[in-house]
């Protein structure tokens, strides 16, 4: 079997587990909801398809399982990196349950993925979320006939809400195999017939597989049995291809509209539709069409960026940054700590935590007053905007800016995440179908997306230059990513790849969801940004101390004096910048604020600590997603190309004679 | 009455063709009541099934066409002669066989594909052995641009609904990806809007692509005519 996908156990109480439990559904109907529910393990929930890309496992509470979640696939044919590993994960064991999430208000498509769960052979359950929104929609579901006729268990839940919980529990604990099989004529089922016996014996559900291999496109079979020898592969691609030859249309449309018969004739049992729609029901569906308008819908757009300006630029770059920094730490924290400090007589101990590269004075101090703040005000903006289902939208309107890079409206979704924690955003590329589309937005993610840090530290220092600098700065950045983009979708091959995404319905954030993932991703990313911090300043001490670091600024000052015009000192912050781009670009916010750099210094070094390599974590994760060779050439790539925008740039602006 | 929705046989079709024909050859134009002798017809098995469900009255040896009967028959005889006019103009039959190959599909034809035939042919007043073709609403409303029955749903317009004829890839990722959406063959869609992106709502999904993936979903418009100024949109500032 394929390499079996890393899963993170947590619990470690010892407790006899009978079995695995697999989440499997289609994205953004609440599976993490309800693997949160199950485990107690607070996962990351929000209303767009996608959030979920890595296997995650727990014990659950109350059941003698380890429940796995898994990331949505939008039909049982996959298409993306992260729909593979669900499916590995499904093939994965023998002893296994499945729980089926799907949405109570989509009855016809959560079935369409049940009937082929129910080929594996393995008990499933079958959970109908969002029953709420079915409700709301004029929805009646007879589970009890439902439940007859697919022959497990069926229930309906609010997981948002933990309504249902207990059913389902109940159902969980009693699970049973399936009895629905549907047969899709004789062809199909000779066919599955000769892949099943083609399997080795040790792989689980031979049948589910082969349906799978048959409903796929050819290179499935090479992504799915990655492990198995070349001739078993090539048998079973000849079996397809010899059944495709008898049939006019491909080989999915004849699985599916079999499904889809059996959906039908299901549905017209259980389901019954009140015509009436409530109001609160209309007026979010005119929002939804209002917010993809080509006019509205931009506008909207512009407003919301404001609105994000405003909140995170404003409000917490300026007025909280200088309340945390000035009030806080330099009126009320700092000088007691300094006071007890300053008693080591030791003069290099003591500068190691409070000297001008101090531990407490430098590293804590950024990391604390300034990007902290930041932070915490970007992730509530954006768990807001996410929880609304606003990002689908705006992959709507972007699908034909973004095609111009090569990528499509899908890439939106890592693109946005990005502004918040590039490291985070590189994880989430594996939701775009094709590599080629995955280098280019880990590109474009290392090369100009500033994560929330950064952000708001560019926000706080441009909101003092003035607004033309933000602007500029806006075009200046988006331009390079353009140029970049259009000449890595020239360079790689393959074609911009189709753009199809569903639009989730809008909803009204929950207050504790928006602040249980504030704080979840704020303290991952302190977490993540701290221990760097620390070490960046480490490492200035220690070089300042052996006289290093003066001769790494004399090494960079032809780059940093020669090309940019800046001043020596602005080095060290580009040193830093190695390691976090955050903490470099809060460097040059400090030399600006001190008056060491001008306006148009600022704006200069700034862009080029934007186009800058990620901070180092990032580039980690780019190693281990796109492989060593990819990597170094990304990084290198981007190094480079930081310098030379930056020195083209700083060419023109004086040329003009920009001043701010 | 009420069982004017069961479609009529081949038989039964046939049946009321003969009728109509008779009456023609009477040199009568057919009309609601105009009757045919009865013991000359050739396709008797119907007629009982058809005087039963009221398109037909016998009267001594005579058979008069009900209002029913008169609507049916006439466009019966509208699709059978539409149909030889397509087979021997535009395809060049000869007259025999395009007769021959009439009477093979002209029992398929919907009332829209044959308008859609008529139009193509520019509104044909006989068929190709002189006999009158019965106008269609095209011919009265003077129509000359000619709608597919089946589109790409690209060709449609924003606010336009119908209904999935067939999705034209290969690609079986994308179809299987499609139909999980609920967009496959037969369901009714509504198409929302074009731009920036296409938007389509089938079930309680909203689907969004783009024009690439629009070209390759073949629909069946609802209404024949394209709605001239947005209908059934209760949103409309500015829509297309």
Redesign the interface.
């Known amino acids: 079997m394929a390499q079996e996908p890393s899963l993170v156990l947590t619990g470690g109480r010892e407790s006899i587990v009978t079995g695995k439990l697999i989440l499997v559904g ?1 994205p953004n109907i609440g599976k993490s909801v309800i693997f949160s529910i199950l485990t107690g393990r607070y996962v990351v929930v929000s209303n767009y398809p996608g959030t979920t890309v890595e296997v995650l496992s727990g014990k659950a509470l109350e059941l003698d399982y380890y429940v796995i979640d898994t990331p949505g696939i ?6 993306s990196e992260d729909e593979i590993v669900t499916l590995r994960t499904i093939l994965s064991d023998e002893r296994k349950s499945i729980l089926q999430v799907g ?1 109570a ?2 009855l ?2 959560t079935l ?2 049940t009937l082929p769960l129910a080929e594996t052979g393995s008990p499933l359950v079958l959970d109908l979320n969002m029953a709420d929104e079915a409700e709301k ?1 004029g929805y009646v579901i007879d589970t009890k006939t439902l439940s007859e006729n697919l022959g497990i268990p069926v229930v309906l839940t609010v997981a948002t809400e933990k309504r249902g919980k207990d059913a389902l529990l109940d159902a969980i604990r009693r699970p049973s195999r399936p009895s629905i099989r549907i047969t899709y004529g004789p062809r199909i089922e000779e066919a599955a017939g000769l892949i099943v016996n083609a399997l080795p014996r040790s792989f689980a559900s031979r049948r589910f597989l082969a349906l799978i291999l048959l ?3 050819p290179g ?1 079979v090479d992504d799915l049995l990655k492990d198995q020898d070349d001739g078993v592969k090539r048998i079973i691609k000849d079996i397809i291809s010899k059944t495709q030859s008898q049939f006019g249309e ?4 004849v699985v ?2 079999k499904r ?1 018969a059996h959906v039908d004739r299901i549905i017209k049992k259980s389901l019954t539709k009140r015509e009436e729609q409530p109001f609160a029901t209309r007026s979010l569906q ?1 929002l ?3 917010s ?6 931009f506008l909207i757009l512009a407003l919301i960026l404001f609105g994000l300006y405003e909140f995170v630029g404003v409000f917490a770059a300026g007025y909280l940054v200088d309340f945390f920094e000035d009030v806080l730490f330099k009126g009320l924290i700092l000088p007691p700590v300094i006071q007890v400090l300053s008693h080591i007589p030791e003069e290099h101990v003591r500068n190691f935590f409070i000297g001008e590269y101090g531990q407490i004075t430098m590293g804590l101090t950024y990391a604390l007053a300034i990007v902290f703040p930041i932070v915490a005000a970007f992730f509530v903006a954006f768990s807001f905007l996410e929880d609304t289902g606003y990002l ?1 939208r705006l ?6 800016t973004f ?1 111009l890079v090569g990528l ?2 899908r890439a939106v979704i890592p693109v946005v995440l990005g502004l918040g924690c590039g490291t985070m955003a590189t994880l989430v590329t594996r939701i775009l179908e094709t590599r080629r589309e995955r280098i280019i937005a880990t590109l474009l993610l290392a090369l100009g997306i500033p994560c929330s840090a950064q952000l708001g530290v560019i926000l706080g220092m441009f909101s003092k230059i003035g607004g033309g600098a933000i602007f500029l700065f806006l075009c200046f950045i988006g331009l390079q990513m353009l140029i970049v983009g259009y000449l890595a979708a020239k360079v790689l091959p393959g074609g911009t790849p ?6 989730p ?1 809008y909803r009204i954030p929950r207050l504790e969801n928006v602040l249980s993932k504030t704080y979840f991703h704020t303290k991952w990313f302190i977490r993540e940004a701290i221990p760097y911090f620390l070490l960046g300043t480490a490492v200035l001490f220690f070089a300042d101390v052996t006289g290093f670091l003066a001769r790494l600024i004399d090494l960079f000052s032809p780059v940093v004096v020669g090309l940019f015009d800046l001043p020596k000192k602005t080095s060290q912050a580009f040193i830093i910048g190695f390691l976090r781009r955050d903490y470099g670009a809060a460097g040059l916010f400090d030399l600006f604020d001190r008056g060491i750099m001008d306006g148009l210094q600022a704006f200069v070094s700034m862009s080029v600590m934007t186009l800058f390599i990620p901070c180092i974590a990032n580039v980690f994760i780019i190693f281990k997603e796109r492989g060593y060779r990819v990597a170094l050439l990304l990084v290198s790539f981007v190094f480079a190309y930081a310098i030379m925008a930056g020195t083209v740039l700083n060419y023109i602006l004086r040329l003009l004679n920009v001043h701010f | 009455m009420e069982n004017k929705k069961t479609p009529l046989t081949e038989e039964q079709e046939e049946a009321l063709s003969e009728i109509w024909m008779r009456i023609e050859n009477r040199a009568e134009v057919p009309q609601v009541g105009a009757s045919a002798p009865l013991k000359k017809m050739r396709h008797r098995e119907g007629l009982d099934e058809l005087t039963r469900e009221g398109y037909l009255m016998v009267e001594g040896d005579e058979v008069r066409l009900t209002e029913t009967g008169f609507t049916e028959a006439r466009r019966f005889i509208r699709n059978q002669r539409l149909s030889e006019r397509l087979l021997s103009d535009v395809l060049n039959l000869e007259m025999e066989e395009a007769e021959r190959t009439a009477c093979r599909y002209e029992h398929m034809l919907d009332t829209d594909a044959a308008e859609s035939i008529c139009i193509l042919l520019g509104h044909p007043r006989n068929c190709p052995h002189g006999k009158l073709i019965p106008p269609g609403e095209c011919c009265v409303s003077g129509e000359t641009s000619l709608r597919p029955l089946v589109v790409p749903l690209s060709e449609l317009e924003a606010g336009e609904t119908g209904t999935v004829a067939y ?1 034209g ?14 967009v ?2 037969g369901r009714p869609i509504e198409l ?2 074009k ?3 296409y ?1 389509l709502k089938v ?8 024009e ?2 629009a070209r390759e979903i073949f629909v069946r418009p609802s209404q024949r005519k394209r709605p001239s100024t947005g209908t059934g949109r ?2 409309r ?3 297309r």
């Open positions: 289609q939008g039909s049982i044919v996959p298409r949405d208000k989509n016809r498509r369409m993925l929609s409903a796929g496109n499935l491909p080989l999915s449309q599916m509209e889809a005119t939804e069409y209002v993809t308008h080509p006019v509205w819908g689908p992959a709507v309107m972007l699908n034909k095609a499509n409206g189709f753009f199809i995404t569903e639009l319905p | 999705i890839t290969t690609d079986n990722a994308r179809l299987a990806y499609l139909s999980s959406l609920g496959m063959t929302i809007q731009k920036p992106s938007t079930d309680e999904n909203t689907v969004a692509f783009d690439f993936v209760k949103f500032w500015g829509w």
